[in-house]
């Protein structure tokens, strides 16, 4: 679960006095597939880093899965960020190496054993599409199959919260389409998926439960069904 109370986050430096997020109350169940929409500057960057964070807030309370982000010591920052899977929009793959090592590298750097690497990779590519192009560099691919394997990557250490950041943003229509359905899949599978996004048309196409930032604060909590979640 994602808790969130009373958040306030205002830059003093280089933006003296700008409130970014004010009095942000929200809730994200396990297992909730979740879009946090606004236009640009309505805040959703700041929640984001936040979640990872990577600054901090003002004033308030962050909890993600029981951990208090405000009392976690810095030294366990590292551990928490791996229990999350992120997303971007500019897949932030590396272009020297193949498809699997890519995906396997979020594995290397917490010291899985090549063992488990070479069963659990395939897994996750098959899970994404792109078992046949395991070969592949990243610049041989489309940009939605470097996507997938970005959501792959993001996926492989098994975290309970998936955050995508404006993940159709580089996109066109067809494979955006197809990332959403993904995660859409993803999330049936007991991943809490939360959606970044400021494309309504994204919102649309999925539907759910969509949270809505504008100037920094929460103006509508909705289920597709009109529910009003806010608490």
């Known amino acids: 679960m994602i808790e969130i109370r009373k958040l306030n986050k205002t830059y003093e430096n280089g933006r003296a006095g700008s409130r970014a997020l004010q009095d942000i109350n929200m809730e994200i169940d396990d297992g909730e597939f979740v879009f946090i929409m606004g236009r640009s500057g309505a805040g959703k960057s700041t929640l984001l880093r936040l979640l990872l964070k990577e600054t901090e807030p003002t004033s308030g309370r962050i909890i993600v899965n029981d951990m208090n982000l405000q009392k976690m010591p810095r030294r366990y920052v590292p551990k928490y960020r791996r229990k999350l899977g992120v ?26 054993s090549s063992r488990h690497i070479r069963e659990s990779v395939p897994e996750m ?37 998936l955050l995508a950041d404006e993940p159709t943003g580089n996109l066109d229509h067809g494979n955006a389409a197809e990332i959403m359905k993904l995660l859409g899949q993803i999330n049936q ?22 949270i809505t930032l504008d100037k920094g604060r929460l103006i509508s909590d909705e289920r597709k069904d009109g529910v009003d979640m806010r608490r």
Not at 189 to 210: A, M, Y
């Open 87 to 112: 997303v971007f929009q500019d897949f932030r793959l590396l272009p020297d190496r193949t498809v699997f090592e890519n995906v396997a590298f979020a594995q290397r750097v917490i010291g899985v």
């Open 125 to 161: 590519l098959k899970l994404v599409g792109l078992s046949a192009r395991y070969k592949s560099l990243p610049g041989q691919l489309s940009g939605g199959e470097q996507q997938r394997v970005a959501i792959a990557r993001a996926l492989i250490n098994r975290p309970e919260v």
């Open 189 to 210: 599978l007991g991943t809490t998926v939360v959606v970044i996004t400021h494309s309504q048309e994204i919102v649309d196409q999925l539907g759910g439960r969509v």
